[in-house]
């Protein structure tokens, strides 16, 4: 199974909304709403931000949000704060009944 | 609240087999969860390895199944990874996961080095 590909990076400012993209195929990603995604900062376990494509977890601040179109999931962090600067990491269950990690994107907050 | 604790030998020889245990607490094992582990190579990505249920089913990454075998036992309320024939290429921090509702826990990793 392929990787998921995700941008190697992306950077904004506080306060601004950035956008990191997930895209894989109707094997994985555009066949099921099985999308998640992990926040992981340096030394640290990863954390789920979000699951099933643009469910929350408790906890989880509502500037974060997903979303899926076709074969390309999205996660948008809007409000950006000093504290999202992080590895972003999607991954999606697929038809082999086995699960794909994207293989992540370094956010920095300018 | 559920906790995962990894443990297992931080050096491994080339060609050898890779042992680790994933200790749940503060909830059993035998819950409706799937349970993962989980790979990170010094600064690379995520990798999944495979997830059992508590009854025994499992599910492999295709690129490592022939090497791989995850059991559980329920009597300790935990769960193992074997990977056999290791090569420096397995060299990674490990995690173990719960799959409740994608990976919702996770232990806190351990550090894997194969070398002689």
């Known amino acids: 199974q392929s990787a998921l590909t995700q941008p190697a990076s992306v950077s904004g400012s506080p306060g601004q909304s950035i956008t990191i993209s997930c895209t894989g195929t109707s094997s994985d990603v555009g066949g099921y709403n099985y999308v998640s995604w992990y926040q992981q900062h340096p030394g640290k376990a990863p954390k789920l931000m979000i699951y099933?494509?643009?469910n929350r977890p408790s906890g989880v601040p509502d500037r974060f949000s997903g979303s899926k179109s076709g074969n390309t999931a999205s996660l948008t962090i809007s409000g950006l704060q000093a504290e999202d600067e992080a590895d972003y990491y999607c991954?999606?269950?697929?038809?082999?009944?086995?699960?794909?990690f994207g293989g992540g994107t370094k956010l920095t907050v300018l | 609240q559920v906790q995962l604790q990894e443990s297992g030998p931080g050096l491994v020889k080339p060609s050898g087999t890779l042992s680790l245990t994933c200790a749940v607490s503060g909830g059993s094992i035998s819950s409706s969860n799937w349970w993962s582990w989980v790979r990170q190579p010094p600064g690379k990505g995520l990798e999944w390895i495979g997830e059992i249920y508590h009854s025994g089913s499992t599910n492999y990454n295709p690129s490592l199944k022939s090497r791989v075998t995850i059991s559980v036992d329920k009597s300790k309320n935990q769960f193992s990874l074997k990977l056999s024939s290791v090569t420096a290429a397995d060299t990674a921090v490990y995690y173990c996961?719960?799959?409740?509702?994608?990976?919702?826990?996770w232990g806190q990793g351990t550090m894997v080095t194969v070398s002689s």
């Open positions: 991954s999606s269950y697929t038809s082999s009944s086995t699960v794909v």
């Open positions: 996961a719960s799959s409740g509702i994608a990976f919702d826990i």
């Open positions: 099933e494509v643009s």
